[in-house]
């Protein structure tokens, strides 16, 4: 069974950064794909990026591209969010989940394990 607890949420002014982290415990394969997702108030949740472990594979929400990165550092079996560039609609609670897999997606439904959240808050 697979734990993930996110870590580095926040306020932070438009236009700052945050590095969110993602220490996961109880791999069983070498072949998970690693999301992250947000959930705003009164939205659904959406996929924000995600990362393959095999390979480091990775594929971005189009809103995200250029200013988020996603990477993982296997040995430590940690997965992080670098989000640059950051404005108010990028506040929401973000989720980091795992999965067995082979494709790096960015639908929920095909993540079985999830963290517990953190929020994250852009505002002046």
């Known amino acids: 069974q697979l734990q993930l607890v996110e870590s580095g949420g926040g306020l932070v002014q438009p236009g700052g950064s945050l590095r969110l982290s993602c220490a996961a415990s109880?791999?069983?394969?070498?072949?998970?794909?690693l999301g992250w997702f947000r959930q705003a108030p009164g939205k659904e949740r959406e996929g924000v990026a995600c990362?393959?472990?095999?390979?480091?594979?990775?594929h971005y929400m189009d809103s995200v591209k250029g200013r988020f990165t996603i990477s993982r550092d296997n040995a430590k079996n940690t997965v992080y969010l670098q989000m640059n560039n950051l404005n108010p609609e990028d506040t929401a609670v973000y989720y980091c989940?795992?999965?067995?897999?082979?494709?790096?997606?960015?639908?929920?439904?095909?993540?079985?394990?999830w963290g517990q959240g953190t929020q994250v808050t852009v505002s002046s």
């Open positions: 990362i393959m472990s095999s390979d480091g594979y990775t």
């Open positions: 109880g791999f069983t394969s070498d072949y998970y794909r």
């Open positions: 989940a795992a999965s067995r897999g082979l494709r790096c997606v960015l639908a929920g439904a095909n993540y079985a394990y």
